[in-house]
Structures are given as structure tokens and as C-alpha cells.
């Protein structure tokens, strides 16, 4: 079976078994899973919504969430076979107490498959922690595990770093 490691910005379907693997904070992932054909698809971004400076859209949870729904579609699934679920969006970067960022991500991915009429089966978000996340592309199983005492030497990709030095402005 093929393991794929996500990074922010990566949106993966595939329709043959395949392990999906990513870590978040306030980072959102959403496991779509076609549960006739067994397709089943990934994405991972940081911002609720695009802003100046985001040279990759699907680092933004609209652009990131539509491209992943779109995808699946495009591979053979039927929306009203597909299934959601939900992971990340977590508190865990002091430095954005004054925005939430990781509940803007949520609520971006939820009124997108709203949108869509894809209902969530499953979510864990908005934890302190963060977490782990492996997706079983054929069978719609995921596996979670938390991250303590580490989140913010594990969770900060290069890109985020610019965002905390604040580089890029809201």
C-alpha cells in the first residue's frame, strides 16, 4: 500500500489503497471517502481564507477544500456517496490568542461541504495539542494520535514561522 506524508498546501485522492499521513495544529485536514467506489482523498491547509502574500491557494481552507471535493468528483465519486471528516484546527500557537485561527480553518471546511451537501461523520478539533492523523484511503479509517508538550517545535512549517514573526499581516 502507497504512503503519502501531506504538507500544508497538498491535496491528495486516490482511488487505489493508500495511507494518508499529516500532522496539525491549528492546521485543518479534511478525509473525504467515496464509500461506494472506495476513493478516498486528503487535504491540508493553515488559513481560513486566502490573503495577500499566499502564493498557493490550497494553503487557504475554501480554495484547499473545493479543489479536494472537486478532485474526488472528477475520479468517479458521487456527492451523495461521500463522506466527511474532520481534523486539527487546534489551539496551539500562543502567539494567535487573538485570532483563532485554527477555528476559522474549522468552520471554512464545515460551510464548504455544507455548501456541498457532504455530511461530517467524524471531527476532532480544536484541541490544545497537536495531532497525528493517518487516513486509510480505501477503507475511510482513520487513525489519530495526539502530540503533547511538542506542538510548536513540530507543528511550524516555514511558512507559519513568517505568519508568527509577522510577516504576513491579517
Known amino acids: 500500500m502507497k504512503r503519502i506524508i501531506l504538507n500544508v498546501g497538498d491535496i491528495v485522492v486516490s482511488s487505489e489503497p493508500s495511507i494518508l499521513e499529516t500532522v496539525l495544529g491549528s492546521c485543518v485536514s479534511v478525509c473525504l471517502w467515496d464509500v461506494q467506489l472506495r476513493i478516498g482523498g486528503m487535504n491540508h491547509f493553515m488559513l481560513p481564507q486566502m490573503i495577500d502574500g499566499i502564493k498557493n491557494p490550497a494553503y487557504c481552507g475554501m480554495e484547499s477544500t473545493d479543489r479536494l471535493i472537486n478532485t474526488i ?5 458521487s456527492i451523495n456517496n461521500i463522506k466527511a471528516k474532520i481534523f486539527g ?3 496551539v500557537i500562543k502567539v494567535y490568542q487573538r ?6 480553518n474549522v468552520m471554512a471546511a464545515k460551510k464548504l461541504l455544507m455548501k456541498y451537501g457532504i455530511p461530517i461523520i467524524s471531527e476532532l478539533t480544536g484541541d490544545k495539542h497537536g495531532t497525528k492523523i493517518v487516513f486509510y484511503s480505501a477503507t475511510g479509517k482513520v487513525f489519530v494520535k495526539r502530540i503533547k508538550g511538542h506542538e510548536e517545535s513540530i507543528l511550524r512549517s516555514p511558512s507559519e514561522e513568517n505568519l508568527i514573526r509577522g510577516e504576513m499581516r491579517w
Open 99 to 104: 485570532f483563532d485561527v485554527g477555528s476559522e
Open 73 to 77: 468528483l472528477e475520479m468517479g465519486a
Open 89 to 91: 484546527g487546534g489551539r
